[in-house]
């Protein structure tokens, strides 16, 4: 933790940290978000997601061979986008009215991982594992990656290893995919870990390893066990280009559902989408792909637990990834599990400190009772990280936003990304419903 004096300094610059480390849910509009003829060169360009689509193509048929229930969309994972009247119907009994319309993007009906890992996630390892291939000669691009599926190759990946420290989704997901194309693969775990997510990777023939300590610990170990061995490769959620790249193709992906369903985005009609924000990485890298789509007329918010702000914390001080919540008496404690994050993503943040439009954040208790509202207005489960952008619409709403940036509210488009909850078991669903009731209950 920093010294007091440290700390005041960071406060004195920015007020609004105050009340972060006071824990009260807050939000921030980014001072530094650029116009598109601002932008700075970043890393990645749109030749890069667009090269990300064209490997998720080239896979599309060894996801028809390797996991049946994807061959009825030819091999492409995609969620659908909902339009939620019975929700915004609610929400507009409780708070100020959403202008204009209220989608759910349903990541977590993503099939397989059941959540946005899915994108990042799966891309990371489908990436090596082409890269694998097409070095030892045993592939061209132009071949069916049905070939994926062979002994041949499940053979020649055994050689190799792949490590990932997760207690949550990312484990699950890069788990299944590895487990599924050969690799030896471990995910190493903090003691907090749930039973169920260990047993399922197990299942799965993934290797899980326990460590005592909390999930940093477990993270840094896992780093250094598997950067020891030259047959084996880590999947850094916290400086992960590839992750990015994955999620990026989400942005294009749901381009297309918006021009499917008719709906513009153009400088009269804004379009607003509200993220889940962990480590950065699914936020960014979907705000990024957005970007490239639609420049200035996209709006992206992301939003933290009050316990973890970690992109939040980040961005307000300018020391991105050097600082964590941690550093400044927060204690990075939620239930939200995809959202459990100190520290951010090094490459993430950089990106997304330009492009953001603000950040707020919520309290645990608030993520349960959407989750209630979510599941009884539209029949929808989600994890309770995946709940906190439905209030996106009314929370930017409190601040001069749409006013300072000359928005027409009334054409807006507001897509709330849902992030995950396929995965989770009945039992689990029905003790976060039980507990979302309550809270429900008693505020009411
Ligand atoms: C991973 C995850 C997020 C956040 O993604 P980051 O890349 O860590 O920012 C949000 N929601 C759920 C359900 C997740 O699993």
């Known amino acids: 933790m920093y010294s007091k004096n440290k700390i005041d300094s960071f406060i004195k610059e920015s007020p609004i940290l105050k009340e972060i480390i006071d824990l009260s849910p807050v939000i921030w509009l980014n001072p530094n978000r650029k116009i598109k003829s601002e932008m700075p060169a970043f890393p990645i360009k749109k030749k890069d997601m667009d090269a990300a689509a064209e490997l998720w193509e080239r896979f599309a048929p060894f996801f028809v061979n390797a996991f049946p229930q994807t061959a009825k969309t030819n091999g492409i994972l995609e969620s659908p986008l909902k339009e939620l009247e019975n929700m915004k119907a609610l929400l507009n009994q409780e ?202 007329n996209v709006h992206c918010f992301f939003v933290e637990p009050t316990h973890s702000p970690a992109v939040l914390v980040g961005l307000v001080t300018g020391e991105m990834s050097n600082i964590s919540v941690q550093d400044i008496g927060i204690d990075n404690i939620t239930e939200a599990d995809g959202l459990a994050v100190g520290r951010p993503s090094n490459f993430a943040t950089n990106v997304s400190g330009h492009l953001v439009s603000g950040i707020y954040t919520i309290e645990d208790d608030r993520l349960f009772t959407l989750l209630v509202k979510l599941m009884d207005t539209e029949q929808i489960f989600l994890e309770p990280s995946a709940t906190a952008g439905l209030i996106g619409p009314q929370t930017v709403a409190t601040t001069d936003y749409a006013t300072k940036n000359n928005l027409n509210m009334e054409n807006a488009t507001h897509v709330v990304w849902a992030t995950g909850g396929d995965l989770v078991p009945d039992f689990e669903r029905k003790e976060f419903y039980e507990r979302g009731k309550n809270e429900f209950v008693s505020i009411n």
């Not at 990541?107 to 899915?118: E, R, T, V, Y």
């Not at 997760?166 to 299944?176: A, C, E, H, K, P």
């Open 95 to 296: 708070s100020a009215k959403i202008q204009g319309r209220f989608f759910l993007k349903c990541d977590n009906a993503l099939p397989i991982a059941g959540s946005i890992k899915a994108r990042g996630g799966f891309f990371e390892v489908l990436h090596y594992a082409e890269d694998l291939a097409l070095n030892a000669g045993i592939l061209k691009k132009s071949d069916s990656y049905a070939a994926f599926t062979t002994d041949k190759f499940k053979q020649f990946f055994s050689k190799y290893k792949i490590g990932v420290g997760s207690t949550g989704n990312l484990g699950l997901s890069i788990g299944i995919i590895s487990a599924k194309l050969g690799f030896q693969v471990t995910v190493y775990v903090s003691g907090d870990a749930k039973k169920w997510k260990k047993d399922l990777l197990r299942a799965n023939g993934v290797e899980v390893i326990e460590f005592a300590g909390d999930f940093s610990e477990a993270i840094l170990a896992g780093r250094q066990k598997t950067n020891a061995d030259p047959m084996a490769y880590f999947v850094d959620d916290e400086n992960s280009h590839e992750l990015f790249l994955g999620y990026t193709v989400g942005a294009l992906r749901l381009a297309k559902q918006l021009e499917e369903a008719n709906i513009r985005v153009d400088a009269d009609n804004p379009l607003f989408v509200y993220s889940p924000c962990g480590v950065g990485g699914s936020p960014g890298g979907t705000a990024f792909g957005l970007k490239q789509i639609y420049g200035d």
